[in-house]
Structures are given as structure tokens and as C-alpha cells.
């Protein structure tokens, strides 16, 4: 397909990082989206370090139970991508993404910093304390310990949410998506941005984790403290590459504006002779000028067809109730469009929710088990570093194999769907977690037949039959999460393209907080018909593991037919500038339709 034609050397609606306006062959493309890539791959070391091992330190070094130390765990990650929301918000409306990672880091060094201290400390920690079976536990760590504790964590959770919602928009934004050309290399950032998460996550996991187990956990958090300092001036020696999107308000404004209009109109409207005759008249009725209408020349702007929701033309037609409810088409194609994807978005919260595994029971249960290979020994928190070398491996192969034939098969520019990537990790999350389930059953089996239940030594079973529920729960992060981010990122409006991002990371806070709201559920309904919980005490061998792991399986195949309604429903919005006026004489006759109805 013929590339459009450019008449500027300027990207309107973007600026250098001298506020200057930014120039085409000079600003963006690979090389300015490479410096994002490096600065992932240590970000997300830095992350995993302490995340994939934090539930090891709250139950061993902090004396918290298997269970809380879980919920703890989710809530810390949950609120960490949550905040990512934020992170996306202030990116699109008052700051830059520019700006927001530089400020976000900041915050994390300021939290690891914290936790350094505390674990090098020892009048900051617990005592310490050796239980003599599993049925047994420690004092936990009093209130201004565990005060300490948690400002740390969630300074450590605010740093994180603010990269995670400002770095991946940054890296997108260095493509040119009004062309072909562009929008594939968007796409190569996109896996590649999970293929770095990999990196880091696969330092994190075993030479990190190792530190922190042999070293201690004031050299592992020392570490991470130092990682994250040096990822700013990495992220500044790319600041002449970098085209940077200029904030055009709040855009929750504009969602709540429209909805606060379309509610509006349709109580004072009284007859559709006057919808039609405003219809006609209003000035309201038209789209916006300026900068923002450069924006959808520019290919940044994206619509759907406005036979869907039309209750939301309403606020478009007629004399607002209130000045400041005046809403163009413009407005009311960008909030029509955030509506059609959030039933997408809450599809996949559940996958998240199975992801969660990773890092709280999955961890629990190797630790019971017989981590050598060989004679070497193996950390219980390193076990993701199997699904980490899988998506090394699989990414550059889905890249540059899978996608190539899925085109030429297809004849289509994606090959294979945004949404057909994301079911694909959905159908792996109901494998992985059968496969748990089973696992756990077996581990169990061993645990009584070799008359283990209370022994604190390890099982005569190897921990790489976890790694299977593993393997499999990192296929479901490969497709889903760039997927996601891909998907998000494509179809949102120009004006809210890094808070829409920033619902695959919500997607995955909302799958940690769940996770911790159902064991929490699990465990008071199991109570009322036995005397134990499903999942309570400090030995993981009395836990009912493997009945959470089928409910789950069963909650997941129903999520993925939740999902198939709303996805085979979804219609991808035009990418083409030049479908803006057939757009536009969709709606106004869409528009007349319901002022007749």
C-alpha cells in the first residue's frame, strides 16, 4: 500500500524534550524507542528482584503466615500496576511521558532506598527465629517495623506505577501510525517490550534472587537501589531521539463531560423536531479545530462507527443543558470508542488473577520441595526464570516468523488479531491452571506417603514439576500482555493513548487484588462447612491448593466464553485519516436516525 504523503518536516502534536517542535527524520523511529528497551530491561530487573522473592521475606524475614504473606505480596504488585493509571493520566493530560518517568524512578530510588536500610538495620527486623515444624510460627513484626515496611513498598509501588504507565506510551509514540511502515514497527516494540521485560526479569530471578538468599536482602534491595538510579541517565542519552506527545487535557474530563451531556439532552429534550432543528443549527455540532484536528490528520486519531452506543449522540445534539457541557463529534467518538474496549479490558482480569500465582503459591510450594540440580541448588523465587527464557525464545520467533506467515496467509497488515493474540493467552491460563492443580495433587500424594506433612525438609519430589504451571502461564503472559498493550495502544484516541495503555497494567493490579480477595473468600465460605479453611495455618501442606488451583480452572473457562461474546462483537476502528469525512457522514446520519427516534 502506497505510504501517505507528509507536506510538513514537523510531527504535529509532538515536541522535543526542549519543548521545540519535533522534526520528522530527526526525532522518533527505532533508535529513539531503543533507549525505552534498555531502560525496561533494568526497570523490570529492579522490579522482579524484590517482587519474585518478596513473599520468602515477609514469611521467613518479617514472620508473616504463607497466606498473608500472599495477600500482601498481590496487593503490593496490584497496587503498583494500578498505579500505572495515574502514571497514564498525568502523561496525557498535564505532564509527559518524558517527564513522568523521570519522576517515577525518582520515587522508586527514594523506596528502595528505604528498604535498603531497613534490612541492613538489624533493630529495623524482626528477630530472628527458626520454627521447629510447620505447624509452628514466629512473633511477626510489630507496628513500627512493619511501618518501615510498607512506606517502603509502596513508595517502591507508586515509582513502579508511574513507569510502567508512562514508559511503554513513550516507546509507542516514536512511530509514525499513519504509515504501514510505522505501525508494524509499533508492533516489533510492542514484543520486543515483553521480550526485555524477560531480560530483566531473568536476572532478577536467578543471579538477584540468588543475592538475596545468600548475600542477604539489604545486598539484594542495595542492588536494586543503584539499577534504578542508573536507568535515568540512560533514559536522558536518548533525549535528542525522543518526539514527545504534547498533554491535551484531562480525559477523564472529556469521558465524564460526555456522559454528563448525553444524560443532560436526553431529560430536556422534548420533541425530535427540535433535535432535528438543532441538529442543523447548533454550534456545537461540529468537530473541534486547532491543534487536536492536526492531531487526527496526523493519524494519532482513531473512530468507530457511531451506530454503537448511540445513546452518547445525544450530547452532540442540541443545546447543552450547561456551557460546559458543549461536546463536539470529536468528544463523542473518543468516549465511544473507551467504552467499546473496556468490555475487553475486563475480560482479561481474570488471566491476571491466574498470573498472580506466580509470585505467592507457586513460590510456596517449590520451597517445599527438592530444589537441586544436580548439586546445585536452586532458590524457590527463581522458578519464573522458565517462563522467562520461553518468552526470549518465543517472542523473536512470533516476530519474525508467526507474524510474516500469519500475514501472508492472511493478506491482512496485523496477520494475526490484537484480539485473537489476547484469547490465545486467556485458553493458556486454563491450561496452566489444571496443570497446578494436578502438580499440587501429586505433591501432596508424596508429602503423606513419605509420611512428610510436618517436616521442615524438603519432599523427595523435584520443584520442576512446578515449572510446568509455569511454562504455560508464561505462553498466556507472552500473548496477552502485548497483546494488550498493542490493542490498547492502536485503538484509543490520540488524546488518551497513554491512559488506555495503562489498562493492561490495571488489568493485571485488578487480576493481584482479586487473587487476594479470593482466597480471602475461599477460605470464610470453606470455614462454614468445615473446621479449616481451604488456605489457612503456616504448613502448606494442610491447604486444599489444589481445590483453589481447579476453581480457578473453572472460573477461567468461564471468563474466556465471557470474553468470546465481547470479541466477537468487537470492530476494529479505521487507522486511515482518510476515512475521517466518511466517519463523519456516518454520524450525523446516525444521529438524525435518533432524533426521529
Known amino acids: 500500500m502506497q505510504e501517505e504523503r507528509h507536506y510538513s518536516d514537523k510531527w504535529e502534536g509532538y515536541v522535543d524534550w526542549r ?26 530487573l529492579t522490579y522482579l528482584a524484590n517482587a519474585s522473592n518478596l513473599v520468602l521475606y515477609l514469611s521467613k524475614f518479617m514472620h508473616y503466615s504463607p497466606s498473608n504473606s500472599a495477600n500482601m505480596v498481590t496487593n503490593f504488585m496490584g497496587t503498583a500496576f494500578l498505579l500505572a493509571l495515574l502514571g497514564g493520566f498525568l502523561s496525557d493530560a498535564f ?27 538489624p533493630s529495623l527486623t524482626p528477630s530472628a527465629c527458626t520454627p521447629i515444624n510447620r505447624n509452628t510460627s514466629c512473633q511477626q513484626v510489630d507496628a513500627g517495623k512493619a511501618a518501615i515496611l510498607f512506606a517502603g513498598l509502596y513508595l517502591v509501588a507508586l515509582g513502579v506505577g508511574g513507569i510502567k ?23 516489533t516494540f510492542f514484543n520486543y517490550y515483553v521480550f526485555c521485560l524477560s531480560c530483566g526479569g531473568l536476572i532478577a530471578v536467578t543471579f538477584m534472587v540468588w543475592i538475596e538468599d545468600n548475600k542477604g536482602w539489604h545486598w539484594g534491595f542495595g542492588i536494586s537501589t543503584g539499577i534504578i538510579l542508573v536507568t535515568i541517565p540512560i533514559f536522558l542519552l536518548g533525549s535528542s531521539t525522543y518526539r514527545i506527545k504534547i ?3 484531562s480525559p477523564i474530563t472529556t469521558i465524564f463531560k460526555v456522559l454528563a451531556g448525553a444524560v443532560c439532552t436526553c431529560c430536556t429534550s422534548t420533541t425530535s423536531r427540535n433535535a432535528i432543528m438543532s441538529t442543523s443549527t447548533t454550534s456545537t455540532y461540529t468537530t473541534e479545530t486547532g491543534l487536536e484536528e492536526k492531531n487526527g490528520k496526523n493519524g494519532a486519531e482513531t473512530h468507530t462507527t457511531s451506530e454503537d452506543l448511540r445513546f452518547l449522540n445525544r450530547a452532540a445534539i442540541g443545546r447543552p443543558f450547561h456551557q460546559l457541557l458543549q461536546c463536539t463529534i470529536k468528544e463523542v467518538e473518543e468516549v465511544r470508542i473507551v467504552f467499546k474496549i473496556l468490555p475487553i479490558f475486563a475480560s482479561t482480569m481474570m488471566l491476571n488473577c491466574c498470573l498472580a500465582q506466580l509470585s505467592t503459591f507457586s513460590v510456596q510450594q517449590a520451597a517445599t520441595m527438592d530444589t537441586r540440580i544436580g548439586s546445585f541448588t536452586v532458590p524457590p523465587a527463581s522458578l519464573p526464570v522458565f517462563p522467562v527464557i520461553f518468552i526470549m525464545i518465543l ?23 490484537h484480539l485473537q493474540r489476547i484469547g490465545t493467552g486467556l485458553v493458556f491460563s486454563i491450561v496452566a491452571m489444571a496443570v497446578a492443580a494436578l502438580v499440587e495433587m501429586k505433591r501432596k500424594k508424596v508429602a503423606m506417603q513419605s509420611g512428610m506433612i510436618n517436616s521442615t525438609e524438603p519432599l523427595p519430589i523435584t520443584f520442576l514439576w512446578v515449572a510446568l504451571q ?23 484516541p490520540f488524546s488518551m493513548k497513554s491512559l488506555a495503555t495503562a489498562l493492561s497494567w490495571t488489568s493485571l ?31 502448606l501442606n494442610h491447604y486444599h491448593l489444589e481445590r483453589f488451583y481447579w476453581l480457578m480452572c473453572i472460573l477461567s473457562g468461564l471468563n474466556f466464553l465471557h470474553y468470546l461474546f465481547w470479541a466477537s462483537r468487537y470492530k476494529y476502528q479505521s487507522t486511515w485519516p482518510g476515512d475521517q469525512e466518511e466517519i463523519q457522514i456516518r454520524v450525523n446520519s446516525s444521529e438524525l436516525q435518533l432524533s426521529h427516534s
Not at 519543548?19 to 523490570?44: C, D, Q, T, W, Y
Not at 524512578?105 to 535498603?116: D, P, R, S, V
Not at 499513519?178 to 505501525?183: A, E, F, L, S, V
Open 19 to 44: 519543548n521545540r517542535p519535533a522534526l520528522r527524520g530527526k526525532h522518533g523511529g527505532m533508535v529513539a524507542a531503543s533507549f525505552v528497551l534498555v531502560v525496561e530491561i533494568l526497570e523490570n
Open 95 to 121: 505532564f509527559t511521558t518524558y517527564c513522568i518517568y523521570l519522576i517515577s524512578a525518582t520515587i522508586e530510588f527514594l523506596g528502595l532506598l528505604m528498604l535498603t536500610v531497613q534490612a541492613h538495620i
Open 165 to 187: 504507565g508512562s514508559l511503554p506510551p513513550h516507546g509507542a509514540e516514536q512511530f509514525d501510525e499513519d504509515t504501514t511502515r510505522g505501525r508494524k514497527q509499533r508492533s
Open 247 to 249: 498533554p491535551t487535557g
Open 395 to 417: 517472542a523473536p520467533i512470533y516476530n519474525h516468523i508467526i507474524i510474516p506467515l500469519a500475514r501472508k496467509a492472511t493478506g491482512t497488515e496485523m496477520g494475526i488479531t
Open 470 to 492: 509455569y511454562m504455560f502461564l508464561g505462553s498466556a503472559d507472552l500473548f496477552s500482555l502485548a497483546g494488550m498493550m498493542d490493542f490498547f495502544f492502536t485503538e484509543a
Open 509 to 539: 493490579a485488578i487480576g493481584y487484588y482479586f487473587s487476594s480477595v479470593l482466597v480471602s473468600i475461599v477460605n470464610k465460605v470453606t470455614s462454614t462447612f468445615r473446621h479449616t479453611p481451604w488456605l489457612y495455618g503456616s504448613n
